[in-house]
């Protein structure tokens, strides 16, 4: 199998039907291959092609991640992964968050071989942020599917419009428009700054 995409970058984001699903092995081997593109796969096995974030989205999420990080370094329990990982999920999917946060007793069941690839695992919290080429109605759903493979809190972030849907098991999602938002459950005691988030789309003097 050759596991190189040749893609015309200018028209993505794209999805592809393989003839026949690919394994998570070979799906893994693609992904690695195109390091440059950021792959998902559907339930239903649809591969789901993404270009690099644009510099405004990478410097917001640079920031998320600064903040869950500075927030880790004050207990240093579980691991916090970027929009470089990806996640094999139990209903056959393989989704990549902008953040997450996997919990110290879930973590325990990985070995470093199981890290060094893509975690057979659900974090228990993640974070999704809008970038301009993402919709908001696929956005949502796929917050949904991570709900449903046991992520207990989950955060969508619209820069645009500065509003944040709050996504919980069994439970509407809400929506924050306030100048932060409080963590919960996984992430007891974390307090995203939403306006240092805002301002990274914002041209600095």
Wanted: net charge negative.
């Amino acid at each position: 199998m050759n596991a190189t995409l040749h893609l015309d970058l200018k028209a993505l984001p794209l999805s592809l039907v393989p003839q026949r699903p690919l394994s998570d092995e070979k799906f893994e081997a693609l992904c690695l291959a195109n390091d440059l593109l950021r792959l998902e796969r559907t339930r239903e096995g649809e591969v789901l092609v993404q270009a690099p974030a644009g510099g405004f989205t990478s410097s917001g999420n640079s920031e998320i991640i600064r903040q869950l990080s500075n927030w880790w370094i004050g207990h240093r329990r579980g691991m916090v992964f970027d929009s470089s990982g990806g996640f094999f999920l139990a209903d056959g999917s393989m989704l990549n968050p902008d953040a997450a946060y996997l919990l110290p007793e879930k973590l325990k069941a990985l070995n470093k071989k199981d890290l060094e690839k893509l975690p057979r695992v659900c974090p228990d919290f993640v974070i999704e942020l809008l970038s301009p080429s993402d919709r908001l109605k696929p956005t949502k759903a796929k917050m949904e599917r991570w709900i449903e493979n046991g992520v207990t809190l989950g955060w969508l972030i619209d820069p645009y419009k500065k509003r944040v849907f709050v996504y919980q098991p069994n439970t509407e999602p809400a929506t924050v428009t306030s100048d932060s938002i409080q963590g919960s459950g996984p992430i007891e005691g974390f307090t995203l700054d939403l306006n240092e988030v805002w301002r990274c789309y914002e041209l600095q003097p």
